[in-house]
């Protein structure tokens, strides 16, 4: 069954025409489509709209007061969409909603100022947590994820890959034995990442899928950028991300240990979870993502 506005621009068809057959003839549709949406229009609108006979049809009175709306009708619908597209085509407007791990703010603020001080019609709306976003209840339209994204109905874009180093800073090693194992390790005062979702703090990840759960905390932190200030401080041993890592490891601020210990990285991505169209401003700020999270000098994957 056809919407109602195609049925009624088959209907003014046919009332610009001498026959059905003329009408369908303008629409490239067969004559039994225009009879078809001429009979589903009078069924709503409980009136007949068209005197026929078998050489030509006529409006009934009725339908000559109908056309007239439905010819405004049409016409206000056709200028909504033609300023809706030249709205498009001149500038980026609208809400774009973005699940962004916290731990990546600090990298992509500069991102988002930017999208924004250039689209001054475009509103991003900014969700930093390192719980993964309900995409629904949120509506969220783009996110960034460290980790496999499981639903096989987003639209993914892997972007890097994300290591997890573990560092101490030159002034700790001064003071403790460099370790050679977990064993060791454990002996080391260590910075821990709290976990907001359970309340405990998150566990390290070794080769071979192995989870470590540090012993001798020193400093707990519920922020990644904190936790690495503090690393660098010389609070303890830490399990950081290789972006947060690799640029102190090139200056000597922070030393890699155990490198054979470490486990295999993670796919960074962003994501889009609904499929079929995509608006320009959704498009722009997921391009812009894209290729800031590519750029290997803001997200290096080797010392």
């Not at 989870?211 to 303890?236: H, I, M, N, Q, Y």
Request: charged share 25%.
């Amino acid at each position: 069954m056809l919407n109602k506005v195609e049925l009624l621009r088959i209907f003014c068809a046919a009332a610009q025409s001498d026959s059905f057959k003329a009408a369908a003839v303008r629409l490239h549709i067969s004559p039994q489509a225009v009879t078809r949406a001429v009979q589903q229009l009078e069924q709503h609108t409980g009136e007949v709209l068209f005197h026929r006979s078998t050489r030509h049809i006529r409006l009934t009175r009725f339908a000559e007061e109908f056309l007239v709306q439905a010819k405004s009708s049409l016409e206000q619908l056709d200028i909504l969409f033609q300023k809706r597209q030249a709205q498009s085509k001149d500038e980026i407007a609208g809400v774009v909603r973005v699940a962004v791990p916290k731990v990546l703010r600090s990298a992509l603020m500069p991102v988002f100022t930017a999208l924004a001080s250039q689209h001054k019609a475009l509103q991003l709306d900014l969700r930093f947590s390192d719980q993964i976003a309900d995409v629904v209840d949120e509506q969220i339209d783009l996110g960034v994820r460290i980790g496999l994204v499981k639903d096989n109905s987003f639209i993914v874009r892997q972007v890097a890959q994300v290591g997890f180093y573990l560092v101490a800073s030159p002034a700790l090693l001064a003071r403790y034995q460099i370790p050679d194992n977990l064993e060791q390790l454990a002996l080391l005062p260590v910075t821990v990442l709290m976990d907001k979702g359970t309340g405990r703090p998150w566990h390290w990840f070794f080769k071979d899928a192995v989870l470590w759960s540090p012993k001798r905390c020193s400093f707990s932190l519920d922020d990644a950028e904190a936790e690495v200030e503090a690393t660098l401080a010389g609070l303890g041993v830490s399990q950081l991300a290789s972006y947060s890592a690799i640029p102190h490891i090139r200056t000597g601020a922070l030393v890699r240990l155990l490198p054979e210990l470490e486990p295999k990285a993670w796919p960074l991505s962003v994501y889009r979870p609904q499929r079929g169209p995509v608006s320009d401003r959704v498009r722009l700020v997921m391009d812009c993502l894209v290729k800031a999270l590519s750029d290997r000098e803001i997200f290096p994957e080797s010392p």
